[in-house]
């Protein structure tokens, strides 16, 4: 059985996808993902599922919504439930199934080393096998308490981080121009991002379009300058005056044979 959890939650099992349509049921699995194969309280589950307007039959409830959860991982050819009561609390066992966020962490930290050690094919190939496991916004739009809530800003922290990795790897090997159109789009997507400005500047220079890189300063400083009244960082400033000045550092050097 594998659980997606990169976009909208659902559980697959061989051919069949399903999705729970229960939004507090939904919130229950989510936080037995996020620390699978550990002991989740029952009060750690009702701040989640209730916030701050726990109602006073708050543990019957969760339990209602426990047994519904185990019916609908329930499998006829698989023995047990992965959703076991622990005194404190619930744990999911894992066991053999897969969570798609644990791949993507993995691949993620494999394609960081790889960089690291100057493999930048492998690391590009295993950066893009990371991100192709995104399917949209972790959990869809679920968003709950501070267990959901933090674990879906550091996973979407580190996807940007992805991002910005592969770009430098595709600048670094010499291709600057299947770059372009992903980094205008992620400019747009994340606007206060100054790396990504930076990357689409030293793409755009190297695909011998000077004029479209400073333009691409201007708006990031305009954008800067209005939204949080400041100038941009220093890289993105460096990079701005050698542009200018057509300094030869900025070509693409390909490595020695």
């Not at 990169?6 to 037995?32: M, N, Q």
């Not at 609908?72 to 066991?95: A, D, I, K, Q």
């Not at 691409?216 to 993105?236: F, G, I, K, N």
Request: net charge negative.
């Amino acid at each position: 059985m594998k659980y997606e959890t990169l976009g909208p939650l659902r559980v697959i099992d061989g051919d069949h996808t399903s999705a729970i349509g229960a939004r507090k049921i939904e919130t229950v699995l989510a936080v037995l993902l996020i620390k699978a194969d550990q002991v989740v309280t029952s009060e750690q589950l009702i701040n989640e599922v209730w916030g701050d307007q726990i109602p006073r039959r708050a543990t019957a409830g969760l339990h209602v919504y426990i047994s519904q959860l185990r019916k609908f991982l329930s499998r006829e050819n698989r023995p047990g439930n992965p959703v076991v009561t622990r005194p404190t609390g619930y744990l999911l066992h894992r066991g053999t199934d897969e969570i798609d966020f644990q791949s993507f962490l993995h691949l993620a930290d494999k394609g960081r080393t790889l960089a690291r050690e100057r493999q930048h094919e492998e690391a590009l190939e295993t950066l893009e096998a990371a991100l192709s496991l995104w399917r949209g916004a972790v959990f869809g739009d679920l968003r709950s308490g501070a267990v959901i809530g933090g674990f879906v800003a550091w996973l979407a922290e580190t996807r940007l981080e992805c991002l910005e990795m592969l770009a430098d790897l595709y600048l670094e090997v010499g291709r600057h121009r299947e770059m372009v159109g992903r980094l205008y789009s992620l400019t747009v997507e994340h606007p206060l991002r100054e790396a990504f400005y930076r990357q689409l500047m030293l793409a755009l220079y190297r695909s011998e379009r000077q004029a479209d890189a400073l333009h691409v300063y201007q708006t990031a400083r305009s954008l800067l300058h209005d939204e949080l009244a400041v100038e941009p960082c220093r890289a993105l400033r460096n990079l701005h005056h050698a542009i200018l000045a057509a300094d030869d550092r900025l070509d693409f050097h390909a490595a020695p044979a």
